[in-house]
């Protein structure tokens, strides 16, 4: 099991950082894709959909708008990733520590899936408005419209129509995808972790291609819990604010009445190609940023 390490804010900000920019810089291309696929209408009486899978959605894309194009709306997470994996690993250090009785306490599976569920709380904060205006900009340029020049624009409309309530739309969304998952993902990567450690040496050396394989399987775990709740926030999250005067439950019973339960499933195929690459790149990110932080606390 993992041992739980003091927290400390300054070395989660920064190493959580490096971490998360990893991730989007590795991931953001088909996360586009997979709110674009979990977006788009139903199709007309003899007509298809627009996007027939991930890779076809990837190459109409990348045909009529470039390669650019898989990076619309990237700003938003951007600028927000260091506060936001900052959290995340703040949150996760904190549901640890306040379960052990010691600092060298091992910890068991179901404490490492709370403190998970912890950092999932704590990330919702900040995740839930940049979800927003993420996918409203996401969608905005499939659709080849330019109802927001971009994410301040967005925010700006946003607040001006609806108040803070209309920026932090499809919140409690967020939560419910975030919180179970969060769990599955922390306690899938030290459960890793741990697997892959050679016997007789310590998980705080873990070579990088185990880090990547360890950070990658806990990305693909998170993600096999959180997407139905995905799709219902992204639907939720780009609908007009008349459209569905129940919240998300109108959003739920829409799509399996008219689409079936595999509805909720839209965009798995992105999802998964996406789920390995952008952890992997993050797990890796934020474990070598922290052992730099720690040789450079040695070294000073």
């Known amino acids: 099991m993992g041992k739980a390490q003091r927290v400390n804010p300054l070395r989660n900000l920064l190493a959580g950082g490096v971490g998360g920019v990893c991730l989007i810089l590795a991931g953001h291309p088909l996360d586009t894709v997979k709110v674009r696929l979990q977006t788009q209408p139903k199709a007309l009486p003899g007509h298809s959909l627009l996007y027939q899978g991930a890779i076809d959605c990837l190459r109409k894309t990348v045909t009529s708008e470039g390669l650019s194009g898989l990076y619309k709306g990237m700003a938003a997470p951007i600028l927000a990733i260091t506060p936001v994996t900052a959290v995340v690993f703040f949150g996760y250090g904190l549901g640890k ?154 959003v739920l019973r829409e799509l399996v009445r008219e689409e079936g339960i595999g509805s909720l499933y839209k965009g798995f195929s992105a999802v998964m190609l996406r789920a390995f690459p952008a952890n992997a790149a993050c797990f890796l990110g934020f474990e070598l940023s922290m052992r730099f932080l720690d040789w450079l606390s040695v070294r000073h």
Request: hydrophobic content about 40%; aromatic content about 10%.
């Open 97 to 250: 520590k306040l379960q052990q009785k010691h600092p060298e306490d091992t910890l068991t599976r179901p404490q490492l899936f709370a403190a998970g569920m912890v950092a999932g709380v704590f990330s919702t904060v900040i995740l839930g408005p940049v979800e927003r205006i993420k996918c409203l900009l996401q969608i905005q340029a499939g659709a080849g419209t330019t109802t927001y020049a971009g994410p301040t624009d967005c925010v700006r409309q946003l607040y001006k129509q609806s108040g803070l309530a209309g920026i932090y739309k499809g919140t409690v969304l967020t939560l419910l995808r975030d919180v179970p998952a969060s769990g599955v993902y922390f306690l899938s990567y030290e459960w890793l972790k741990d697997i892959l450690t050679p016997k007789g040496q310590s998980v705080c050396d873990l070579s990088a291609p185990r880090i990547l394989l360890a950070g990658g399987m806990a990305g693909i775990f998170n993600w096999m819990v959180a997407i139905p709740a995905d799709v219902v926030k992204s639907r939720f999250q780009t609908a007009p604010d008349a459209m569905y005067p129940n919240g998300f439950r109108d």
